[in-house]
């Protein structure tokens, strides 16, 4: 018989529930609070779920074992007391300018407020007024609202493992911030924004760019032109009633209009082509024989994360840009003269279900004369705000239609709003047949596959989430898997699960999104990339082939070692002398153990001996990449590996000397 | 002086090594590199950091949960004006307003200009026996009073003095 | 190798070995070397003692050796007694010298070493009979204790462990990790009946026994020395004095519970405990006493010392394995327990280092004579740190069941008043427990004190501060001093702890500057007891504890404060009356119009005057008056 337990006289049986808060939701009670989320280990800080057990008296649920004939109250007058104290704390400590933040309306702190009730607060007004934090393109950080309820430092460690954000001080000082409490900016973040998206409050939310896209709509002179990418239009329409995964972009087309843009394309055009590049790309490397695996590079926290993270990867990040930025760079350069107008006329604004996107934007790789190829990112949460500001009943809207020949698409370019999806396009395109590749859907951590292809197996892993990213790195430097193709999506479940959509509290609308773009999928017309007829009447007109000189300047980029990028070289000796001759020793843990230090330490003696101490600066830096050939030791820009004392001295004479 | 520097990163790098990178051994590690610099210097969390491999906020964060570690350099005398209920009971908080007036220490200083010295309060030094307690460095003077640690602080200034 | 051969091959050898060279002395001088009497310069003393009586060309050695006849000069943990230091004995003789400063060393060679006679200003003055002691044992400060744990402490010297190991050191866990199997271990702790003595008072078998359950590849102990309550050093001297004993008692708990490796965790503000514990720690591996088979056992087991980098949440249980992990030290929900999932996931064992230090000693006097010590149902002795307004202050140790009348008049000799004289009633409460505790008054003075007898007051025993408050400490001011220590010390984690005592912080700031109303009572009352049923972990749970009992005993005292704005300590500056200068008032009335309730009157350019009865003390009147003429004190 199945154990069972009473929730306010309900008789609920326990199967395999992880706590109390899991068991009580399951009778239909919304508990409240901050710090529990299913995906996130158990933190136990809110302390808003208090429940009564009987002979246990006031317990967390979130942190309390179902047990067989356990009696739990979850309304009493002890807990409503005990949640308005803590609701009042919070407010006592909060920002009061509820009217005018970003997170009015959908914020948990003021729902909670208003739901109990609560009129006036017995406790005196404390809040803090920390300078906010908007270093980034993506992201606002403002301190003053945060209820340190852990949730968005556990996902960035969790979930992504960067550790961007964390606790620093101690008690009634205690505040989440990057490390050295300087701006976000300056640390490791990422910018997927998944803190965003679990932060109850608006503590940190999404860098708005609405005003100046109005700006753009406003400004006669400009030829605006939109794109949407894959994710939004299933979840788009969750903020006007829709359900989770429901098709809407026939109305954020006619939305989009209405707003005022001269075009509405689809990113899932640029998806395609990515598809065709990307998989020219990877044959290619087949055929050479490598560098394998493969990493694709649609989405630019997985890019960031690589180029800080693991910048000896950085060969094996597909060079293709991600469909905004290919989008950006074609429509720039194709658009001015159709419609005959000068191209820093031609605006060109991104509908995405991201924050990263944003960031992605401003890299310098994508700037063309001075004017980004992407003008602005607005994520699907920002339209939904334009849409609402402007009166428009998104419900009631006939159906639009995307404007052509960017507009067309395949459904390999539309299921890239999974994870998965743009694997499944790729197999597509190599084995050259519309069949549905279901071993690399669904929301495992790591899914895998292989396919046969010119009697080779290509061995294929899709993961989401940058934790899972991180431990399949490992497990690829310590050889103990080989794949040919990885598909990395930061956000666990795709661009679906994008910090940019309407935010979500379960894996179920998730899963709905997802469904909702393989259902696209299955109802259209053409499933592969290379179908597109548009595509490939863009090689003939100007593309020439895949891969192709001119498709590798609009379509491919590159990518920087990013490592290291709190701080600078720490200086071990300064030299007085402006002619100085510049030493950097390296010590990454390989050249730690090669002997940096002894190195390092030899060295300084001696210059000392010497005295040429005036002349010559050492320096500790952080890996080359070169691993291998360690000691690494940089004498100005020459890089001397397996370095000796010899070696090193017979350089630094020949530079001195002249 | 460059010599020193380079000593000190020398040290950095001992005492990782000994505590074989691991980053459970976080708290010790970062101990030893204050004994060293006598604070922790902003580039040497960083370096501990990326050393540990351990994101340099989670290190940011530690050092500063802990009151022992501090991220600003102290002064050459460190004063610990114990507040523990026995201290605190024999008017401890007498002997602090007394330092700081002699030090002309204000509001939210606690360090003087030239560095020689710090006052801090400590939350029992378990020296109850001897309340009220004030510990120099690493002296431990018990039974004290405003007066004495005035002549204290003198005996201190002389000594300086003549170093110079 | 057995277990009759490690006794027989290493303790009895060195027992003997130690014993030849004990016949071999003419004089040991036993210096103590506790923070208390180092502080006062006891070394200063020793170092005295060593070039005088080398000087004196008088054979001394600082560690025994078996060569000549010499005088042995030896550290010892703290006595105790700690007020009166430095303290020195010299033996043969037991003679016990106060307050020796190196100044007294010179006399006390030529008279106590060379011929045998007593320094007689240096012997102790019994305030009860006015008599000179000549023996520690004699003095009643140490004569109505039983000491119990701190038997050894003060005696031999922490640095040497042949000293422990002469006096049946070691051969408790040679027995445990030989003949006992762990089941019989944690049967033979949980009969004893010894309970943590961290605080809570958990009984120490039960959780040796469900951690011991586990079934898991690799298990863990903790030796909680994160001795944090402030006004509290039991744990520091423990470590100070005996640290093999609380080393035998950790040892016997891993064979207990199947560990391979323990930590012993230690305030930072304790540098000589840390330094006790480690070379205790190295001596111990290498006699085989820690490190692969222990103990000529075929069980393995090695102990790190860890400093602490100071935060008192670290006492708790799971705050202090996240500090051992290299995490800021922050609580966690319980359950899991540490015994089921605690350091790396593992079964984990936290005891405090009382707990610890009392194992190999319940095995030395057998469960009878344990049994008979303490009271019902909570057995064995309780050290206790003593001070405050009390003659004698320092480290005691008596069995539970002892009543406060008999530790504060006996032991501590009474409650000083400002004036220096000693009465009992100038007691006004003792805060026991510390920041979690609460306080007694008069009406517990006969009360037994026990773990159960404190909870049933609201107070606890916590890990044994007890600090005696005469009549002339305000309970609001010492109700915010505790409050500002945990609102310090709180993790910041959960809400009502963090923001919580925050809150009642500035609650008790308006009582102490004249700001509250009745209301103020009530809401510190209703968050209060929000914060001890909500909070994450003990000390959040706990933290309310001082305020709600001293509200509780001294409710008047309370209200006096709100409603007459007067305290009547006179320790509330701001409650002080607020006086107008004739001297400097100027007559302009300034004041007089700012006065929200009229209290101040007087004619245009003459003095005025507040008439107290009416005055609020908002204060408002002190800045308005350009010729500083208003003071409050």
Known sequence: MTPTLTIDQQTIPITGERNLLELIRKANIELPTFCYHSELSVYGACRLCIVHVEGRGLLSACSTLPQADMVVKTQTQEIRNMRQIIVELLLARHDQSCTTCPKSSNCQLQDLAQKLGIKTNRFKLRPNSFPIDESSDALVRDPNKCVLCGDCVRICSEIQSVGAIDFANRGSAAMVMPCFGKDLSKGECVYCGQCARVCPTGAITIKSEVEKVWGLLDDPRSFVIAHIAPAVRVALGEAFGFESGQQTVGQIIAALRLLGFDKVYDTAFTADLTVIEESTEFISRLEQGGPLPQFTSCCPAWVRFVEQFYPEFNKNLSSCRSPQQMFGSLAKSLIPSQINRDRKDVKVVSIMPCTAKKTEAHRSEFITGGERDTDYVITTQELIRMIKQAGIRFGELESGSFDMPLGFKSGAGVIFGSSGGVSEAVLRYVVNKSIDFLEVRGIDGLRETSIMHEGREIRLAVVSGLHQARLLLERIKKKEVIYDLIEVMACPGGCIGGAGQPVYHDESSRKKRAKGLYENDRTMELHCAQENPYVQELYTTMLENPGSKKAHSLLHTRYKNRKRNIGEDITISAASENRKVEITICFGTHCFQKGAQTLTRQLSDYLHINQLNR??????????EKCQKGPLVKIDSQVIEQATMDKIVSQLLMILKV | MKKSAFRKFDKVCDILALHKLNPARLIPILQAVQEEYRYLPEEIIAFIASSLHVPAAKVYGVATFYSHFTLKPKGKYVFKVCDGTACHVKRSMGILDAIREKLKLKEGESTTLDLLFTVETVSCLGACGIAPVLVVNEDVHGQMTPEKTVILIDHILQKEATHE | ??????????????????????????????????????????????????????????????????????????????????????????????????????????????????????????????????????CAHDITFYKKQQRFVLEKCGKINPDDIREYIYHEGYRAAAKACQELSDIEICSFILESGLRGRGGGGFPTGLKWELTRKQVSDNKFIICNGDEGDPGAFMDRSVMEGNPHGVIEGIIIASKAIGAQE?????????????????????????????????????????????????????????????????????????????????????????????????????????????????????????????????????????????????????????????????????????????????????????????????????????????????QSTCMVSMARFFMQFTQNESCGKCVLCREGTRQMLELLDDIVSGQATPRTLLIMEELAVAIQKGSLCGLGKTAPNPVLSMMKQFREEYEEHVIHKHCPTGQCVALVPLKIDPDMCKGCSACLHVCPVNAISGSKGKPYQIDINLCIKCRACIPICKFKAIKGA
């Open chain 3, 1 to 134: 190798m057995n277990n009759q051969s490690f006794i027989d091959s290493t303790l009895n050898v060195i027992q003997a070995e130690y014993e030849k060279q004990i016949q071999l002395l003419t004089h040991r001088i036993t210096i103590c070397a506790g923070t208390g009497c180092v502080a006062n310069g006891s070394l200063k003393v020793f170092d005295a003692f060593r070039t005088q009586l080398n000087q004196r060309q008088l054979l001394v050695s600082l560690i025994l050796k078996d060569e000549q006849r010499s005088t042995y000069l030896s550290k010892s943990g703290c006595q105790g007694f700690c007020q009166i230091g430095p303290l020195i004995t010299i033996d043969p003789g037991n003679i016990f010298y106060t307050a020796v400063s190196e100044n007294d060393v010179d006399e006390i060679i030529e008279k106590t070493i060379l011929k045998g006679e007593f320094v007689d200003r240096l012997l102790y003055k019994d305030a009860f009979t006015g008599q000179r002691c000549t």
């Open chain 1, 615 to 624: 002349w010559v600066e050492i320096k500790a830096s952080f890996c080359y």
């Open chain 3, 262 to 470: 323990g930590y012993v965790y230690v305030r930072a503000e304790y540098p000589l405990a840390v330094r006790r514990m480690k070379k205790a720690v190295e001596d111990a591996r290498k006699l085989g006493i820690l490190g692969q088979h222990i103990l000529g056992s075929d069980h393995s087991f090695d102990l790190i010392v860890m400093e602490g980098a100071g935060a008192f949440v670290c006492g708790e249980e799971t705050a202090l394995i996240a500090s051992i992990e290299g995490n800021r030290g922050i609580p966690s929900p319980k359950p899991p327990f540490p015994a089921e999932s605690g350091l790396s996931g593992k079964p984990t064992l936290i005891n405090n280092v009382e707990t610890f230090a009392a194992i190999p000693l319940i095995f030395n006097c057998g469960l009878e004579f344990y049994n008979a010590l303490g009271s019902e149902k909570s057995k064995g002795t309780k050290t206790f740190a003593l001070t405050g307004h009390v003659v004698n202050t320092g480290l005691i140790e008596v069995p539970f069941g002892t009543t406060l009348r008999h530790i504060i008049n006996d032991i501590a000799g009474g409650v000083t008043n400002e004036d220096g004289s000693v009465s009992i009633d100038a007691l006004k409460a003792v805060q026991i427990g510390g920041p979690s505790g609460g306080c007694l008054t008069h009406e517990h003075l006969d009360m037994p004190l026990d773990f159960d007898s404190l909870k049933s007051i609201g107070a606890m025993v916590g890990s044994g501060g007890l600090v005696v408050m005469n």
